[in-house]
């Protein structure tokens, strides 16, 4: 940022150009008002593209091209639209369901880790309701799964 802002006393200011090594002080176009001027220092301006559309797969997919992210950061952006997507249909991602039932269909009707967590949860909720009336009570930590969540 070669352009520094300067104010005087009375109010006045002036943008004046300096190189990165020059000393960062002024004292008037003339060089006399020493002390009389004081350097503003501004924030940063800038804008980041955060608004993609949840359910524009190509939106999605362009925004990643120009960016160097990692495969975390990616799997971040893409739970983040997922919620998105879910929080606009009532709770259930249409996206996720569709590459669960893809995943289900290949593999002969076996199920993604991430159901059979909620399914091993669901299980462990009912098992120790009838379980606590004789004392007993279980806990299991299901598979975490990084993809579908």
């Keep these: 940022?070669?352009?520094?802002?300067?104010q005087r006393d009375d109010g006045v200011t002036e943008d004046v150009f300096r190189h990165m090594?020059?000393?960062?002080?002024?004292?008037?176009e003339k060089g006399d008002e020493v002390?009389?001027?004081?350097?503003?220092?501004?924030?940063?301006?800038?804008?980041?593209?955060?608004?993609?559309?949840?359910?524009d797969k190509n939106a999605f997919i362009n925004?990643?091209?120009?960016?160097?992210?990692?495969?975390?950061?990616?799997?971040d952006r893409s739970a983040e639209l997922s919620e998105k997507r879910a929080a606009a249909r009532g709770g259930v991602d249409p996206v996720k369901q569709k590459a669960l039932e893809n995943y289900a269909a290949k593999r002969h009707g076996k199920r993604h880790p991430s159901?059979?967590?909620k399914n091993m949860e669901k299980a462990q909720t009912e098992a120790n309701k009838a379980l606590s009336k004789l004392g007993?009570?279980?806990?299991?930590?299901?598979?975490?799964?990084?993809?579908?969540?």
């Design 1 to 6: 940022m070669p352009y520094y802002t300067f």
């Design 21 to 28: 090594d020059e000393e960062k002080t002024y004292a008037g």
């Design 35 to 55: 002390g009389r001027w004081t350097r503003i220092y501004h924030v940063p301006q800038m804008s980041l593209d955060t608004h993609i559309d949840p359910f």
């Design 63 to 75: 925004n990643l091209s120009n960016k160097r992210e990692t495969v975390g950061d990616t799997f």
């Design 115 to 117: 159901e059979l967590a």
């Design 136 to 149: 007993i009570q279980f806990n299991l930590t299901p598979p975490k799964s990084r993809r579908l969540k």
